[in-house]
């Protein structure tokens, strides 16, 4: 489902909130996005506290929740969440040294300002992603930064990055999002995929590339037309660890198509 965002909302977002607000307003929808890709392609379900929370804020705007609700019994007046006591903001600080601690050494020495991060991202990806180069908060450009970064490297990777990256390019085309899928070639062909590949022939490409591209496209839709038996076709050729691995990048590469619908 391609973006459908206008020119129109665009304006009206930027008149009605400072640039700082309405950035982080956009990132908080990018965000979104991410959760919402991986949870509906790995068939998470939606927590009924959530239905019934969007029931109420915006079920008079003629949302529904699909087949999220095919599936639940949530009442609004029952499941309704409870607002956070002190005693359960309290029971964070115990935990709150190691988040401070794994979130330094995740984002050590990764830039906070541009042209500093495409700088880092060029260097370790062969893209600069320059849409970042669009964002005014630091710790937002430093965390995009390390999640493109930690998604892309090689010796990590069970997919290996030609396959991931043209795994994106699919991701990119069944949305419909050019720039994005220009990135997307960029990074491709920096892991070594041929011209051919990229205009989309993918002979002797291998039947993992091929199951991952399959599985790209099935969850590239919104809601993810991911059945039984594309999971039982496409899990033959490739390993759990791969289909996480593909479906991180696919809610990855989602962050930054709803980035992209914003900002051009």
């Known amino acids: 489902m391609p973006s459908s965002l206008t020119e129109a909302q665009r304006t009206a977002l930027r008149r009605s909130f400072s640039r700082s607000d309405a950035e ?3 990132l908080a929808v990018a965000m979104m996005g991410f959760l919402n890709k991986f949870m509906d392609a790995m068939g998470v379900p939606l927590e009924e506290s959530m239905l019934a929370t969007a029931q109420k804020v915006i079920g008079l705007s003629g949302w529904t929740p699909g087949k999220h609700g095919a599936a639940s019994s949530a009442d609004p ?22 988040v401070i601690y794994r979130d330094k050494r995740w984002t050590s020495g990764v830039p906070h300002s541009w042209p500093a991060a495409g700088a880092y991202l060029r260097n370790r990806t062969g893209h600069d992603f320059p ?5 005014t908060h630091g710790r937002a450009i430093r965390a995009l930064a390390t999640i493109l970064a930690d998604n892309t490297v090689a010796d990590r990777s069970n997919l290996g990055l030609r396959v991931k990256h043209l795994a994106g390019l699919v991701y990119a085309t069944t949305v419909e999002d050019e720039a994005l899928a220009n990135s997307a070639r960029i990074l491709a062909r920096h892991a070594g995929a041929t011209s051919a590949q990229l ?3 993918r002979d002797g490409i291998g039947k993992q590339a091929d199951a991952a591209f399959v599985l790209t496209q099935a969850a590239a ?25 593909l479906m991180v990048w696919i809610s990855v590469m989602q962050i930054m198509h709803r980035l992209y619908a914003f900002y051009r």
């Open 131 to 135: 849409i970042l180069s669009q964002l």
């Open 221 to 245: 839709s919104s809601p993810a037309q991911i059945t039984p038996d594309l999971v039982a076709t496409t899990t033959a050729e490739l390993s759990p660890p791969a289909v996480i691995e």
């Open 199 to 201: 205009n989309g022939n």
């Open 24 to 26: 982080w307003i956009v």
């Open 77 to 98: 007046a029952t499941t309704w969440p409870r607002p956070d006591r002190p005693v359960d903001l309290l029971s964070l600080l115990p935990v709150l040294p190691a």
